[in-house]
């Protein structure tokens, strides 16, 4: 979808490296949101913001910091990649009635 | 390459048939379901939705149907195509939140 993009598409970085992931959106939607999918686990929200500096917590968010300076960025941000944050990341879009539209997704890979 | 599941329980129909994809929900407080597919390296994408004080609704091609009894919701995809074949999640959102809960999906595979 081309209101909605994330970079990068790809990373593979080391243990214990910081990594940040960018959401960018072209729709000037209010909520936005980072998910992470894992083989058996579908998709799970890691943090999720509901305005320029608000953000909140997902199910997920140990290890995951988030910061969304201005509405159309939604950045999360691994402070210390770990092996267990090797995952497939999405970003989305929340619309009027509660439904998302999901970005392209980032495959991170952290050796 | 694919990461969605790999062990997901798997929906095969022949092309041309209908398919029904299920889905249970946990929460009683859930007003707004929706139901996404998502193809092999995309992301998940928007299907149709239905609110809770709805039984059924009509998109093109696709039904959904809720019963709130028994906490069901089905995906019905009518003279399913190639193109068709991909993951369906369901998601429930609760009242009140803008967050939604997704399932761990349904593969569904289209036979020629």
């Known amino acids: 979808d081309a209101g909605i993009t994330q970079s990068p598409r790809h990373k593979v970085t080391e243990t214990g490296t910081p990594v940040t992931l960018r959401c960018h959106q072209t729709?000037?939607?209010?909520?936005m949101y980072w998910y992470r999918q894992d083989p058996g686990h579908g998709l799970r929200l890691i943090h999720y913001?509901?305005?320029?500096?608000?953000?909140d917590k997902g199910e997920v968010s140990d290890g995951y910091s988030v910061s969304r300076s201005k509405t159309e960025d939604f950045l999360l941000t691994l402070e210390s990649a770990t092996s267990s944050q090797t995952s497939v990341y999405f970003c989305a879009l929340g619309a009027l009635m509660g439904e998302q539209y999901f970005g392209p997704g980032t495959r991170l890979t952290v050796t | 390459g694919e990461s969605v599941g790999l062990h997901l329980p798997t929906l095969s129909v022949q092309e041309g048939d209908n398919s029904i994809i299920n889905c249970a929900y946990s929460?009683?407080?859930?007003?707004?379901f929706i139901w996404y597919k998502q193809e092999s390296g995309k992301g998940p994408q928007f299907i149709i939705d239905?609110?809770?004080?709805?039984d059924k609704r009509q998109g093109q091609r696709v039904t959904v149907l809720l019963n709130k009894t028994v906490k069901h919701l089905s995906l019905q995809i009518a003279a399913t195509q190639p193109g068709d074949s991909a993951v369906y999640f369901c998601?429930?959102?609760?009242?009140?939140?803008?967050?939604?809960?997704f399932g761990t999906g349904t593969r569904l595979k289209v036979l020629a």
């Open positions: 929460n009683s407080a859930s007003d707004y």
């Open positions: 998601a429930e959102k609760e009242k009140g939140t803008y967050k939604s809960i």
């Open positions: 913001s509901y305005g320029v500096k608000d953000t």
């Open positions: 239905i609110r809770s004080n709805m």
């Open positions: 729709e000037n939607h209010r909520y």
